[in-house]
């Protein structure tokens, strides 16, 4: 929803970039990047922004916006009054299990719904159904999305916190889909996650770019990169397949971007030589806060489920096309997902210069993984799962440090099988 997404998209608004050189006036360790429109402050993350030393600015600011917001919107649709109204109303819920008046505060909750008319009501008119203790109790929700609050709002509106199977998990009953998934939902939430309807639409892939079979793949370690971003942007925006998810394409592509720098860069040389190097990086990328084992390892599950060859491949009719034949059908969706994700932004010539390459990119992966041995990608998706094993074991032994980074231990990463064929 869009008070949901305030914080950010004010602060992005408001913040600008700072010299080299400065360090944060929070946590004195990072650089800054940002000052507060406020104080002025140098500040390097969202974190800091938020950090008790400095909530004196921060409180004040995104109650300030949020009411500027909420007063100045224009006329909404009846759907976004709904999805407002039952924000509130769940608030409103919450609110009152804490209470020792909770009779008369849900007589009273019914009461002002009875006279609300959801088809006119504005924002200002919602606004006014919380107490002002209440209002502080939202606005302190908002600064902290990883709360309980928060999370419940969210799946009480119908956001990601609903979770949604993505189309690799959808056509299988296996209890460890639902295992995966469950760990993107709220532990609070009773929301059943819904299905992806459809698989995206495969690519057809350029003649020249299939080679004969080769028993490795060179830039094995990029595909993962790849796909780890592909499944969480899938998970992370609730949307699948995320060329198809409306309204929802400019968000998935700017996250992709972010994850795998290298797919945007025309001139990068970025070559990831193991799968610890690939978490390394990745997970430098993801927002401070943002990640932890218990999200991280079903990542994994996912990247390793796409990796892995099926054993029987689903024929499409009137179709013969390599990639419709190849035993590497998920790896060969995904990519297909992302470079229709990528195609769809080309609107106007000079856009179309700046995105052709990545479509170009994705179409070379997509001819390796046409031209590379089944075995080999096996192998690579054991590594892959295995690793996973070891993130969640790490996060049920060791609960208390899911706030930071697992150490990336310096043991030899299993290295993908590769069996001659007689």
Known sequence: MEEAQLSQDILVKLVEEKPEGVLCGVCHRQFSRYSCPRCNLAYCSLPCFRSEAHNTCSEGFYRTQLETDIRSAPSK????????????????????????????????????????????????????????????????????????????????SGNEVDGLLPWWESDTDDPTSSANTASWISPHSAAQPRRATEKPKLMSVPVSLVKPQQSSFALAYNLVTMLLAYAYTSRHLSASPLSAATGLNGDARQVI?????????????????????????????????????????PLLKDVARLLRPTPVVELVAS????????????????????????????????????????????????????????????????????????????????????????IIRSDKPIQPRVVELA
């Not at 009461?111 to 504005?122: I, P, Q, T």
């Not at 797919?263 to 430098?284: A, C, G, P, Q």
């Open 319 to 406: 179709s013969t096309s390599p990639e419709s034949l190849s035993q590497h059908q998920n790896a060969l969706h995904a990519l297909s997902d992302l470079h229709a994700l990528f195609s769809a932004s080309v609107t106007t010539p000079a856009r179309a210069a700046r995105t052709d390459h990545i479509s170009a990119k994705i179409a070379f992966y997509a001819g390796q993984v046409l031209s590379t041995d089944t075995n080999f990608f096996e192998g690579l998706a054991e590594e892959v799962d295995a690793r996973a094993n070891r993130e969640s074991a790490e996060h049920q032994e060791a609960p208390a440090l899911e706030s930071s980074r697992p």
């Open 77 to 156: 649709s009846a759907e976004e009054r709904k999805e407002m109204m039952e924000v509130l109303k769940r608030f409103e819920e919450e609110n009152t299990e804490d209470d020792l008046d909770g009779d008369d505060d849900e007589d009273e909750l019914e009461s002002k719904l009875r006279d609300v008319n959801l088809d006119d009501a504005s924002y200002d008119e919602l606004w006014e159904l919380l107490t002002p203790a209440q209002r502080t109790k939202f606005l302190s929700a908002l600064q902290d999305p990883s709360s309980t609050l928060a999370q419940d709002l969210l799946a009480a």
């Open 257 to 297: 971007c972010r994850l795998v720098p290298f797919i945007s860069d025309k001139r990068s040389t970025t070559k990831f030589e193991t799968l610890d190097s690939v978490i390394t990086d990745v997970w430098s990328r993801f927002e401070p806060g943002s990640m932890d084992s218990r999200a991280f390892a």
